[in-house]
């Protein structure tokens, strides 16, 4: 299936390894004006991507 097409009308889960690898990117963005705003993305990495773990229907039970 696409990246860009839609299962029964919903948008696709991007996997747990995509959104790590556009935290690493937008960090590494960051960090070429903001050192300590890159550092302190990478540090708290963990809690900012603790969902995408979650499959899409474990959200539905948590939210």
């Known amino acids: 299936m696409d990246a860009g097409r839609r299962r029964f009308g919903a948008p696709l889960q991007p ?3 995509s959104v790590h690898h556009q ?3 937008v960090a ?3 960090g070429q004006q903001f050192p300590k705003v890159r550092q ?3 540090d708290a990495k963990e ?3 603790a969902l995408a773990l979650i499959h ?3 959200l539905k039970v948590i939210f």
């Open 15 to 17: 996997t747990a390894e």
């Open 23 to 25: 935290l690493d990117a």
């Open 28 to 30: 590494d963005v960051l």
């Open 40 to 42: 302190m993305l990478l």
């Open 47 to 49: 809690d900012l991507t």
């Open 56 to 58: 899409r229907r474990g």
